[in-house]
C-alpha cells in the first residue's frame, strides 16, 4: 500500500526558508496536497495538486515535487508558521485511497 | 461561507457504538464528494472514509474496513459516520471533510471535529 514518508521535525530560523519532504514510491505520478495543523485547530489546505495555493494562504508558501519526494517550502518563516505539516495524496487505483504522510512539526527557533 | 458541523462523539466502551453527523452549510452538499478523517497526537491524521457525491460509492481505511459505515442525507445535508465494535485505538477527534469537488482526493474544507474516546 502507499506509504508517504515525512521527517518527524524541522526547525528553521525566522526569516529563513524551511522545506519540508515527503517520500513516496508513486510520488512522480500523483498530486500531492499539504495541510498545515496548528494546536487545538482543524486542519488547513496550504498547497493542492503540487503547487497550486488556496485564496488566502500567502505566496510565502509553495511546493515542488522531484522524483520520488515532494516539498513544501515556507520562505521568510515567520513565528505563526510553526505547526504540524502533513502531505497527502489520493490514490485513486486503491479500494483505500486516502493516505497521509505521517507529518512533519515546524520549529521555528 | 461554508460550515460542517460536527456532532455525535463522546464516551464509550470496548465493542459499543456511535453514530457521528456532520451538518454542512454554504455549498452544494450533493456536489461534493465528503470524507472523515481523524487525529490522534500519536499517529497524526487518518484518512477514514469517503463517499462520492451521489452516495453511490464508498470507501474505507483498512483499520476500520467492516465495522465503520459512511452514508449521506442530501435532504437533511448531513454525512454521517457510523461506528460499530470499537476499539480503544479508533479514540481520536473526527473531522467532517468536504472534497473539492464530485471526487478530487483533495481536502478542502474541514469541521472543528467531534472526540470519540473508547475506553474501559
Known amino acids: 500500500s502507499y506509504v508517504l514518508t515525512q521527517p518527524p521535525s524541522v526547525s528553521v530560523a525566522p526569516g529563513d526558508t524551511a522545506s519540508i519532504p515527503c517520500g513516496g514510491d508513486?510520488?512522480?505520478?500523483?498530486?500531492i496536497h499539504w495541510y498545515q495543523q496548528k494546536p487545538g485547530q482543524a486542519p488547513v489546505r496550504v498547497i493542492y495538486?503540487?503547487?497550486d495555493r488556496p485564496s488566502g494562504i500567502p505566496e510565502r508558501f509553495s511546493g515542488s515535487k522531484s522524483g520520488n519526494t515532494a516539498t513544501l517550502i515556507i520562505s521568510r518563516v515567520e513565528a505563526g508558521d510553526e505547526a504540524d505539516y502533513y502531505c497527502?495524496?489520493?490514490?485513486?487505483?486503491?479500494?483505500?485511497?486516502?493516505?497521509f504522510g505521517g507529518g512533519t512539526k515546524l520549529t521555528v527557533l | 461561507q461554508v460550515q460542517l458541523v460536527e456532532s455525535g462523539g463522546g464516551v464509550v466502551q470496548p465493542g459499543m457504538s456511535l453514530r457521528l453527523s456532520c451538518v454542512v452549510s454554504?455549498?452544494?452538499?450533493?456536489?461534493?464528494?465528503m470524507h472523515w478523517v481523524r487525529h490522534t497526537p500519536g499517529k497524526g491524521l487518518e484518512w477514514v472514509a469517503v463517499?462520492?457525491?451521489?452516495?453511490?460509492?464508498?470507501y474505507y481505511g483498512d483499520s476500520v474496513k467492516g465495522r465503520f459505515t459512511i452514508s449521506r442525507d442530501s435532504s437533511k445535508n448531513s454525512l454521517y459516520l457510523q461506528m460499530n465494535s470499537l476499539r480503544v485505538e479508533d479514540t481520536a477527534l473526527y473531522y467532517c471533510?468536504?472534497?473539492?469537488?464530485?471526487?478530487?482526493?483533495?481536502?478542502?474544507?474541514w469541521g472543528r471535529g467531534t472526540k470519540v474516546t473508547v475506553s474501559s
Open positions: 497527502q495524496v489520493w490514490d485513486g487505483f486503491s479500494d483505500h485511497p486516502g493516505v
Open positions: 495538486y503540487n503547487n
Open positions: 463517499i462520492w457525491y451521489d452516495g453511490t460509492t464508498k
Open positions: 454554504g455549498f452544494s452538499f450533493s456536489g461534493h464528494a
Open positions: 471533510v468536504k472534497d473539492e469537488g464530485q471526487l478530487t482526493g483533495s481536502f478542502e474544507d
Open positions: 508513486n510520488i512522480g505520478s500523483d498530486s
